[in-house]
C-alpha cells in the first residue's frame, strides 16, 4: 500500500512540477556555456536567498549541464530552493531526483534527511489525514538505517518517537469518543490498536488504562484482571497506576 501511495504522489509532483516550471519568474539570466560559471551564478543567487531566480538558474542548469561535474550540486540546490521557501512537495520531488539520479554523490546524506524534512513540514494536525506523517516515519526509518552513525541519525530517532505519538494520540481520541459515546466495542478497536502498533509511544498507558475502563464497563471482570495484572508489569512506573489500582480494589469477588 505505502509503495502504490508513492508512486501516485510522484505522479502528482511530476505533474506539479511541470505546472511549476511554467509560472516561474521568467526564465534563468545564465548566458554562459561555461557549467562552472552557471553554478557560480546560481548559487549566487541562493546565498543572496533569491530563491526564484535561484530555482530558474538550477532548472537551466540540470537541463543544459546533465552531464557535468557539477550537476549534482546544482541538482541538490534547487531542492534546496524549494525548501527553503516552504514548497515542500516540489522540494521533495527534487530530493528524490537527486537520490534516484546521482546516488554517489556528496550530498545524499543530507538529501535524505531533507527528504524525510519535507514530509515531516507537511504532517497535519493530528485530526487530519496522516498519510504525510507516515511518509516522514519511513523515510527517517530508512535515514537510520542507511546512516546509522550519521550525527543526523539521533534528531531522525527523535523525529520518529514524536510523529509516532502524533499516530497515537489520533488512535486515543477515537478511543475516547466512542468511550465516551457508549460505543465501548469501537473504544477497544481503538484502544488495542494503540497496544499493538503503538506500545512504544506516551498514550499506550492510557490506552490500556482505558481499554480496563471499558471492559469494566461491559462487566468482563476476567479481562479486567488480566489487562490490570499487564498495566502492573508494564507500567509500573505510570502516573495511572493508582487509579488502576483503584478499579482493582473496587472489583466484584
Known amino acids: 500500500m505505502y509503495i502504490y501511495s508513492k508512486i501516485h504522489l510522484i505522479f502528482f509532483l511530476f505533474l506539479l512540477l511541470i505546472i511549476q516550471s511554467c509560472s516561474s519568474s521568467g526564465g534563468s539570466d545564465i548566458k554562459t556555456n561555461d557549467p562552472e560559471k552557471a553554478f557560480s551564478i546560481a548559487k549566487r543567487n541562493y ?11 538550477f532548472s537551466l542548469i540540470k537541463i543544459k549541464f546533465s552531464g557535468t561535474k557539477i550537476i549534482d550540486k546544482a541538482q541538490y540546490y534547487l531542492a534546496m530552493s524549494y525548501y527553503k521557501r516552504e ?9 528524490e531526483y537527486l537520490l534516484k539520479n546521482y546516488p554517489t554523490s556528496e550530498f545524499i546524506v543530507d538529501a535524505r534527511y531533507k527528504l524525510a524534512m519535507c514530509y515531516y513540514n507537511m504532517s497535519p494536525d493530528y485530526d ?40 497515537a494520540y489520533k488512535e486515543f481520541r477515537s478511543a475516547e469518543l466512542y468511550y465516551n459515546i457508549d460505543n465501548y466495542k469501537a ?5 488495542d490498536h494503540i497496544l499493538e502498533e503503538y506500545f512504544d509511544t ?14 469494566v464497563k461491559r462487566k468482563k471482570y476476567e479481562e479486567v484482571r488480566e489487562e490490570i495484572e499487564r498495566f502492573e508489569k508494564k507500567f509500573s512506573d505510570s502516573t495511572l497506576l ?8 473496587d472489583l466484584p469477588s
Open 87 to 95: 514548497e515542500y512537495i516540489l522540494a521533495a520531488y527534487e530530493f
Open 47 to 57: 546565498d543572496k536567498k533569491d530563491y526564484l531566480d535561484a530555482i530558474d538558474d
Open 128 to 167: 487530519l489525514d496522516q498519510t504525510y506523517t507516515k511518509y516522514a516515519i519511513l523515510e527517517f526509518q530508512d535515514f537510520i538505517e542507511l546512516f546509522p552513525n550519521d550525527k543526523l541519525a539521533p534528531k531522525a530517532e527523535a523525529k520518529i518517537v514524536e510523529l509516532r505519538n502524533k499516530l
Open 242 to 249: 493508582r487509579k488502576v489500582l483503584s478499579i482493582k480494589s
Open 187 to 191: 473504544a477497544l478497536f481503538y484502544y
Open 202 to 215: 506516551d498514550y499506550a498507558d492510557d490506552a490500556l488504562y482505558g481499554k480496563i475502563q471499558t471492559l
